[in-house]
């Protein structure tokens, strides 16, 4: 019986559809770690094989094929071959092909194809797609629709995929998968354990594993300590820097009274441990980063992170082990610990979720201060942004009272994001090479008939940005830039948040008494009825203007 897809799926695949068909031959899909990307690229592997095509998923590791293969054949009923080693789809009956791509990567092995052999191409774990092996493949199929899978990626990993990629199809974020049910809530704990890490060098972007380990090693006890107090009748994974820290780890762990095992990519026992851990048998599992990608057990329900990195994909892929949903589980417990470095990147819980740096830091501040046995990070993700958004007004007020002096018709595109509270607007990078372009002449004439001031406006992607913005608050009824203009300039405040009916109705109101505010009206603290007062969440990029 194939599988019945979610809301939220069909969106994906109906978006990755439309992207294709607008010329966006290479697009990207974010999906959260356990939201079922699988799921969805086996669908549009179906739809393409229906219309006579051939599919290659490319991925990196054989646990990924193996996946994908699984995957597929239940989601969908079609088979798939292998291009992996000896193993070769030339000459067989099935569309859909897995492949390794350090087989396929090797020149004598690509010839073996035509370049049109394939007419889609999807990458799984889409952040490794730049890399000279998989540029490799693809440089051969450059005529194939490519779609890029991935976990929410960072403003840096956007960057350098937009390197490649031409469009973002969908994203669904973390947020919304916990809020709609389909990924369990995760409540963060701080643990008081100071860890130094100021004498870590940085090696590949990232912590140097063996001077982690070696940094970590004095502390194992105090945490197993930790771990002994709050992980009891749970199922926890545990994430380290090096085999023989993992090791050494499991052994303390079990003199505390845990049953602790340990696999690494070297284990010859490995799929008997991980399958004994999923029965039951273990409540701890120690792995040096195996299990980072292709594992699913959906009862895990505490994570511990002692492998620090700076590289959110990876950080967001670790805690992804303990985020799918499972029958008796209510949330995924993260243990977090005070990491003392200089460096303001190390990830941390608050990176799961925040969309600014901002925001990440006032959520990691407000989490160390939190007084109590962890905290939902969805909620400490909004009372961070309440707080930062608090902040900008507080210092931007001054600026923003001299912009609304201007005499000028048009709004500020920074008084306008103030206004909506739409940080993440004011925190914009261009991810795709045409949104770090000049702004379009006609993006402009747009901007300007719907009332934002363009010439501050720096790039093609901040102006289509702004667009989306002001179109998605059209549909949803809510005030114009213009409207925020007047009554912010009479003294009200957080307009952008208030519907359209509502400031029109105050607006007739004041032009009915000759342009002055009534007396029986007090701009500072006035709220009409029907204020938005809650951020309209989206979750595609639907460009108003084609490049």
Request: net charge negative; with cysteine.
């Amino acid at each position: 019986m194939k599988m019945q897809l979610r809301p939220y799926q069909e969106e994906a695949r109906a978006a990755i559809h439309a992207e294709w068909e607008k010329g966006h031959r290479r697009t990207l899909l974010v999906l959260p770690t356990g939201s079922g990307k699988t799921i969805v690229f086996s669908a549009l592997a179906e739809d393409k094989v229906r219309k006579g095509d051939r599919v290659l998923i490319l991925a990196h590791r054989g646990e990924l094929l193996d996946q994908a293969s699984d995957k597929l054949l239940k989601a969908t009923g079609l088979r798939a071959s292998l291009e992996k080693a000896e193993a070769s789809c030339l000459g067989t009956w099935e569309r859909v092909t897995v492949g390794s791509v350090q087989s396929l990567m090797r020149p004598n092995r690509l010839e073996r194809f035509r370049k049109d052999y394939f007419k889609t191409i999807i990458i799984d774990e889409a952040h490794h797609a730049l890399s000279e092996g998989y540029q490799r493949v693809l440089e051969h199929f450059d005529g194939a629709e490519v779609l890029g899978v991935t976990a929410t990626p960072d403003r840096g990993d956007m960057r350098d995929l937009g390197q490649f990629f031409d469009s973002l199809a969908y994203e669904y974020t973390l947020p919304r998968a916990i809020k709609e049910g389909y990924l369990c809530p995760i409540r963060a704990m701080t643990i008081p354990l100071k860890l130094d890490l100021s004498g870590v060098s940085i090696q590949n972007g990232d912590f140097r594993a063996a001077e982690v380990g070696f940094a970590l090693d004095p502390y194992l006890e105090q945490i197993a300590a930790e771990m002994e107090k709050i992980c009891r009748g749970r199922k926890t994974v545990v994430f380290l820097p090096l085999i023989k820290t993992s090791q050494k780890f499991r052994d303390i762990l079990e003199a505390h009274g845990f049953r602790a095992a340990e696999v690494n990519g070297q284990s010859p026992d490995r799929e008997r441990i991980l399958r004994e851990f999923d029965e039951g048998c273990y409540d701890v599992l120690c792995n040096s980063m195996l299990l980072t990608e292709g594992w699913d057990c959906p009862t895990v329900d505490c994570i511990v992170v002692l492998r620090p990195t700076k590289l959110r994909g990876l950080y967001c892929q670790m805690i992804g082990r303990g985020t799918r949903i499972a029958p008796g589980k209510d949330h995924l417990l993260l243990l977090d610990f005070l990491w003392l470095t200089e460096r303001h990147e190390l990830c941390r819980p608050a990176c799961l979720i925040a969309e600014t740096a901002e925001v990440a830091q006032q959520m990691t501040k407000n989490l160390e201060g939190a007084n109590v046995d962890g905290v939902d990070i969805v909620e400490a993700e909004e009372q961070a942004e309440s707080d930062v958004v608090a902040q900008r007004e507080e210092a931007l007020a001054k600026q923003l009272y001299e912009m609304r002096r201007r005499k000028r018709k048009l709004v500020d595109p920074l008084q306008f994001e103030m206004s909506i509270h739409a940080p993440e607007m004011s925190d914009y990078v261009p991810a795709f090479g045409w949104e770090s372009e000049a702004v379009k002449q006609e993006q402009k004439a747009a901007l300007e008939k719907l009332g934002i001031f363009a010439d501050e406006i720096e790039s093609a992607g901040k102006a289509q940005q702004l667009l989306d913005k002001l179109h998605s608050r059209m549909d949803e009824g809510l005030t114009t830039p213009k409207q925020i203009r007047f009554l912010e300039s009479r003294g009200f405040h957080d307009v952008g948040q208030w519907s359209f009916n509502a400031a029109k109705m105050l607006i007739d109101r004041i032009a009915g008494n000759g342009w002055m505010v009534p007396r029986s009206i007090n701009p500072a603290t006035y709220t009409p009825k029907g204020a938005q007062l809650w951020p309209i969440l989206t979750t595609t990029s639907q460009p108003f203007f084609p490049r």
